[in-house]
């Protein structure tokens, strides 16, 4: 299902805090493809994700998702994109149904389609037992999927996600995996940041290796080894040569 | 063992320290010296309300006679019902908020030891603010009768010493009667009901007996004489004590040390038992909502019923608002009084209404401008911010319109201009709190609510100044029109200064 169009294009993007977090970042993810965006803590991953969900303002340069310039026409923008981040933020009294209910009525989903859908994604998620259960009392994995599942209620072109896999257990890891390769399937880009090497190896297309703001290496796992010379090593072997390599120059 | 808990109690000390440094400066460090010299100010500025509360209270003559008794021991009760109502709150905090509960369990310290300890900390934190907010008064009655009043700061330790045993047992009783999981709510709610139930119970005898929210009426009244105990009585100690009555105040301090102690002894092994069983509770029950079918709405309907379900559900709200609405009660039944024989004093209706709505509209525009627990799907939404803002800003505009429409209508069957002028000034204060919501609003979860007011100090004094301003210009509109004029306009200029000095703005 990937094709040649480009689902998001980052071209320059900056962004300065305390010290400079993304710098001049160039970075193409194309249509239907499984993106992972893989660096050291404090390489610019989230921040560069951020800017392209709308949470961030960069100081410069464009992005643009499917061909639409996110900081000039953000609202359009947003209408294919979701957002999913490490830590979900979900609204305690609200059940699961109620929440996808009001996230669906934010995107402006006819409520026919939304509510088969999200009755599909919470059961494929493994919560058919707490559809009506305020979000309360769920775990921090339980949450996880709900947000995920709001996240994917509207069919987003665009899935952005923060380390979704964080705190999960295996079986709930699994779902999730399941899913976003499911979407891919179906045509959806996926761009994730992660720190299990294992699932970007595994799951990505592409893999992206973001150090001190910048791509300084980007392919699949083979193209990687290629582009260092090293035909047998594993993707951790890789990520620590490349960051290693970063942080000297 | 005796230096671990002199190292635990020097912990608690700090850590309350630390927590009351950060109320007064909201958490930055650079404020100390502002936040002391606008203590400073604060503290004097307070003495000239003390002076037209109980300045008239300072040259009691002794022995007094039964109806000051009645009046120094309502307010000592007062005070007392004050100063319980605050340790609830600490005592829930204490067994809910403090991250440190798994450490503490989980340390081979003795538990018992601990929590005693911590009984002892939150006792000395309620009397030491006690202390504080009683001094403006307690220097006034110094001031203008002598010395002798010095002896009310005894009545006060023991007002903060009892209060805290009290709150301690309260709150241990309502875990063994209605378990870990209800208790927090319903110890917010008692502790609400108990800071504002006595003023109101007393107002409400009032209106029904002389049709006046005057509280003093009741207390100086033949019926409070005659139905008082006698002067021998050990009911007026306290009172007594107060007056520089040195036996019933020694009496009095020894008292309040044996029940915090008796408290200590008796309850500290069960606070560790019932701080375990909060902790272990620590995730509510799992409420099942009824399921509704998706419905088609517009985007900024369905922001709206997201907001007006998050408020029906929210437990501290309920609690943070039933104080507010508990002062409505008096007016209510004075309105009810007032149909009967149309009293004058019903005017004081109105800035009653325009107060609670003002603040409780700055409460509800808090949770829902600031208080947003998913702020990065509403950032990541596909709808402008302003939209966005709207819909919240129309949530609060109804909610305080269902709440207060029933006074106005009721205000209708008394007088229509009255009613009138009440739903105007009620929706002036409603949009000024919220304006000053929106221009000073910051993220935070909708559980930092407690919290709301130290994050920006000044919004919080501009809120209240603008929902008194609104009150008086009402009051006056109704009794001296060209008056109303001078408020309406300084209500104006505090509303202008706040939008110059907002972060909106800058």
């Known amino acids: 299902m ?67 310039d996110a900081l000039t026409d953000s609202i359009a923008a947003k209408q294919v994109m979701a957002w999913v981040s490490d830590e979900p933020m979900i609204y305690d009294k609200l059940t699961p149904l109620e929440y996808l209910e009001f996230v669906a009525g934010l995107w402006g989903i006819d409520p026919r389609v939304a509510e088969p859908a999200a009755h599909e994604l919470l059961v494929s998620l493994g919560l058919q037992a707490h559809l009506h259960e305020r979000c309360e009392g769920f775990s921090k994995g339980m949450r996880q999927k709900v947000a995920l599942a709001g996240a994917l209620v509207h069919a987003p072109r665009l899935i952005i996600l923060d380390e979704p896999l964080t705190g999960l257990d295996a079986v709930s890891a699994r779902h999730v995996k399941g899913l976003l390769n499911d979407r891919v399937r179906a045509g959806c880009t996926v761009i994730m940041t992660t720190h299990i090497l294992e699932v970007a190896e595994r799951m990505a297309d592409r893999i992206g290796v973001i150090a001190a703001g910048r791509l300084v290496a980007e392919g699949t796992l083979a193209e990687l080894r290629q582009q260092n010379g090293q035909h047998d090593t594993s993707l951790e072997d890789l990520f620590i040569a490349l960051v290693d390599v970063a942080a000297a120059a | 063992m005796s230096s671990a808990r002199a190292w635990f109690a020097q912990h608690e000390l700090r850590l309350a320290w630390r927590e009351w440094l950060a109320v007064m400066t909201a958490g930055r460090r650079g404020r100390r010296r502002a936040a002391l010299i606008g203590l400073v100010v604060f503290a004097a500025i307070m003495h000239l309300p003390a002076y037209a509360v109980i300045g008239r209270f300072a040259n009691l003559q002794l022995p007094p006679d039964i109806s000051s008794l009645i009046i120094v021991a309502a307010i000592i009760f007062l005070a ?38 911590r009984i002892g900390a939150i006792a000395l934190s309620v009397t030491v603010m006690s202390l504080l907010f009683s001094t403006p008064f307690i220097d006034v009655l110094v001031i203008g009768g002598g010395f002798r009043w010095f002896a009310a700061y005894g009545v006060i330790i023991t007002i903060g010493l009892s209060a805290a045993a009290v709150a301690v047992a309260v709150t241990i009783l309502l875990f063994r009667i209605i378990g870990p999981r209800r208790t927090r709510l319903a110890a917010q709610i008692i502790a609400a009901i108990i800071g504002a139930g006595f003023v109101i119970a007393l107002q409400i005898a009032a209106i029904l007996s002389y049709g006046t929210l005057s509280r003093f009426a009741v207390l100086t009244s033949e019926a409070a004489t005659a139905f008082a105990p006698g002067l021998d009585s050990i009911f007026w100690w306290p009172a007594r004590a107060a007056l520089g009555d040195k036996q019933p105040l020694a009496v009095l301090l020894a008292g309040g040390l044996v029940l915090l102690g008796g408290v200590m002894a008796m309850l500290s092994p069960r606070f560790a038992d019932t701080a375990r069983r909060a902790s272990a509770n620590a995730a509510p029950d799992r409420q099942r909502a009824r399921a509704t079918a998706f419905r088609s709405r517009s985007r900024q309907q369905a922001l709206r019923r997201k907001e007006f379900v998050l408020l029906r559900r929210d437990p501290w709200l309920m609690s943070q608002s039933l104080m507010q609405l508990l002062y409505l009660v008096p007016p209510a039944v004075m309105l009810w009084r007032s149909f009967a024989d149309s009293a004058l004093a019903i005017v004081v209706v109105t800035p009653v209404i325009v107060m609670a709505a003002g603040q409780l509209a700055g409460g509800l525009a808090w949770l829902t401008i600031s208080g947003e627990d998913a702020a990065e799907l509403m950032a990541t939404a596909p709808l402008t911010a302003s939209r966005m803002i709207r819909a919240k800003i129309e949530v609060v505009l109804i909610a305080i319109g269902a709440i207060f429409a029933p006074f106005v209508i009721a205000l209708l069957f008394a007088s229509s201009v009255q009613a009138a002028v009440t739903a105007l000034f009620v929706i002036l204060a409603t949009v000024s709190a919220t304006a000053i919501q929106l221009w000073f609003r910051v993220q935070a979860r909708r559980s930092q609510f407690r919290r709301r007011q130290t994050s920006s100090r000044l919004a919080t004094v501009a809120e209240a100044f603008s929902s008194i301003g609104w009150a008086a210009t009402a009051a006056l509109a109704l009794a001296v029109p060209s008056a109303a004029i001078m408020t309406g306009v300084t209500s104006l200029a505090i509303l202008a200064a706040t939008w110059r000095i907002s972060p909106r703005r800058q």
């Open chain 2, 80 to 117: 007392w019902t004050l100063m319980l109502s605050q340790a609830i709150e600490s005592v829930t905090r204490a067994f809910y908020a403090r991250a440190d509960l798994d450490l503490i369990m989980s340390s081979p310290a003795r538990l018992a030891d601990v929590f005693s300890i």
């Open chain 1, 2 to 68: 990937k094709s040649n169009e480009s689902a998001l294009e980052l071209r320059g993007l900056t962004k300065r805090f305390d010290r400079l977090a993304v710098d001049a970042l160039d970075l193409t993810v194309r249509t239907g493809e499984f993106y992972a965006l893989v660096g050291p803590n404090g390489a610019g991953k989230t921040t560069t994700l951020r800017m392209v969900a709308g949470l961030l303002q960069p100081d410069a340069g464009t992005v643009s998702v499917f061909g639409i």
